[in-house]
């Protein structure tokens, strides 16, 4: 799925976030199994844990209160 949506709109980069977003093998062997799918020869697009860890939702409502 996720190499359909870099075919559909073409980010500069994804974001993964979340728990799972920890898993160091997401951005080793995920992403050799997505760049198998993507149309492109190759995967140029990167794909990066976010900034904020775990609590990106806390600081996000956070945020909304300000």
């Given at each position: 799925a996720l190499a359909?949506?870099?075919d559909i709109l073409d980010p500069d980069v994804v974001v993964l976030g979340g728990g799972?977003?920890?898993?160091?093998?997401?951005?080793?062997?995920g992403r050799d199994a997505v760049a198998r799918?993507?149309?492109?020869?190759?995967?140029?697009?990167?794909?990066?844990p976010?900034?904020?860890?775990d609590s990106a939702g806390v600081v996000?409502?956070?945020?909304l209160t300000v």
């Open positions: 359909n949506l870099i799972l977003s920890n898993l160091d093998v997401l951005y080793t062997r799918y993507v149309f492109n020869d190759e995967l140029t697009t990167p794909i990066v976010n900034r904020l860890g996000g409502a956070a945020l």
